[in-house]
Structures are given as structure tokens and as C-alpha cells.
């Protein structure tokens, strides 16, 4: 934990989890749900399988409705539907213990703090503005744009997160709770630190390959700012 941390010169957090429980009033499922209502309203049901109709995941939904290839206007509707909700959802986003006090922490102690998520930037910011926590991001945060194909797993937005904070992959660290993040991370040659508040998660992280996985951001806070002592300690 303190070599990933030390090594860092930038840190890459995901938003929703990492930062914050997004979604926990204005819920993921009551959103999923009203995408399904605008295929209706749009007579494009027929896009919706299975799957995609019992599905609680909007950004499944989203997903799943792009890939098939419905015309750039109808995913960009749908976007923009998912977008407004995120952004609804940021004003009762519920904090992740530790985070705000992690990323103020990194930022004072000299590395550049970025976002790097699925959701969307403009719901990111409004949680930032709102938390006070905008100046230690210094406004790299990326999120979803207009091409659905380049969300997590692709490493689109730790691509240009990396290039935001001209950090070299090896010197950043990526702090995510999925395994589409953990693949991102790799696919973009950056170190990886798995967060899971739960079993299943973390199990889900582990089976996935990752190598650190925490269950509370205390434990990188702790690992941040405790002294080291050791032969090449200043003191």
C-alpha cells in the first residue's frame, strides 16, 4: 500500500463508489427504469432484450441500447436522459468515508488528483463544486462523452486523465471499485487499488486479478501521511 502510494505522482479515482454512493436516494434502478419508459415513448421497445428489461444498471441499459447501433441521435437522447439523472442524483450523492479527506490529502501532499469514470463529468463536477472538492481536482475530471464504445473497460478516460496531469502510467495509481475498472487500469498500463466496502466486491476484484483491494480508504489515507522510518527516512 505505501509503495503504490509513493510511487504515485497522480491518482486516478472513479467516481461513483470511490468518491461517492452516487445513486443512494435518487436510486440507479428508478433511472434504469426511465430509460426504458423513453424507448417506449421513442417506439424503440424493440431495442430493449431481456435482459436490458429487468435490468437495474442504467449504464447497462445505455450500453446495451448503443450497441445496437440505433443512429447517433437516439444514443445521444439517451445520454443525455442518463446525464440529466446523474446530475439529479449529484445533489444527494451520499459521501465514501474518507474520500473527501484522501483526496485533500494527496493534493496538499503535491500529487494531482484526477476522475476518471463511466458517469458523467457534468454530475462529477456538481458533486465536487458541491463538496468543496473541485480545487484539489483542478478541473481534470473525465467522464462519459457522446461514444458509449469508449466507457470502462476501454481506458479512454484514464487516457486522457493521464494526459491531463502529464503523469507516465507507471507513476499513477487508479482507485476503482468494479473489475471494469481494474481492466481499464490495465489496458492503460496504470497500477491498480481495488475498493470494496463488501464481500461480494472485493471478491469479485480478487478473482479479477487485483493484487491490493481495501475495504475502507482509511487504510490509503493512514498509508499517505504516517511517517516512514527506515535507514532512508529524513529523520
Do not use: W
Not at 437522447?77 to 440529466?84: D, G, N, P, V, W
Not at 462523452?145 to 486523465?161: C, E, F, N, V, Y
Not at 494526459?163 to 487508479?174: C, F, I, N, V
Amino acid at each position: 500500500m505505501r509503495e503504490l502510494i509513493s510511487n504515485a505522482e497522480c491518482v486516478l479515482f472513479d467516481f461513483d463508489g470511490p468518491v461517492c454512493h452516487l445513486f443512494a436516494e435518487h436510486t440507479a434502478e428508478s433511472i434504469a427504469h426511465l430509460l426504458r419508459e423513453l424507448a417506449t415513448r421513442m417506439s424503440l421497445s424493440s431495442l430493449l432484450s431481456a435482459d436490458l428489461r429487468a435490468s437495474p444498471d442504467p449504464h447497462r441499459v445505455l450500453r446495451g441500447i448503443a450497441g445496437q447501433r440505433p443512429g447517433p441521435d437516439v444514443v445521444e437522447r439517451f445520454e443525455a436522459a442518463l446525464t440529466r439523472e446523474e446530475v439529479t442524483a449529484a445533489a444527494s450523492a451520499r459521501p465514501t468515508p474518507y474520500a473527501a479527506t484522501l483526496i485533500a490529502a494527496l493534493s496538499t501532499r503535491g500529487r494531482q488528483v484526477a476522475i476518471a469514470t463511466n458517469n458523467s463529468p457534468l454530475a462529477a463536477r456538481h458533486y465536487l463544486d458541491r463538496h468543496q472538492l473541485a480545487g484539489y481536482v483542478g478541473g481534470r475530471v473525465h467522464g462519459r462523452t457522446g461514444d458509449i464504445a469508449l466507457l470502462k473497460p476501454h481506458p479512454d478516460s484514464l487516457h486522457r486523465a493521464l494526459a491531463s496531469t502529464g503523469a507516465r502510467p507507471e507513476r499513477a495509481l487508479m482507485i476503482g471499485d468494479s473489475v471494469s475498472d481494474l481492466a481499464a487500469a490495465r489496458a492503460a498500463d496504470v497500477p491498480f487499488l481495488g475498493y470494496a466496502e463488501g464481500d461480494s466486491g472485493a471478491e469479485a476484484l480478487r478473482e479479477a486479478g487485483a493484487r491490493h483491494v481495501v475495504r475502507s480508504l482509511e487504510h490509503v489515507l493512514t498509508a499517505l501521511i504516517t511517517p516512514t522510518y527506515g535507514p532512508d527516512a529524513p529523520f
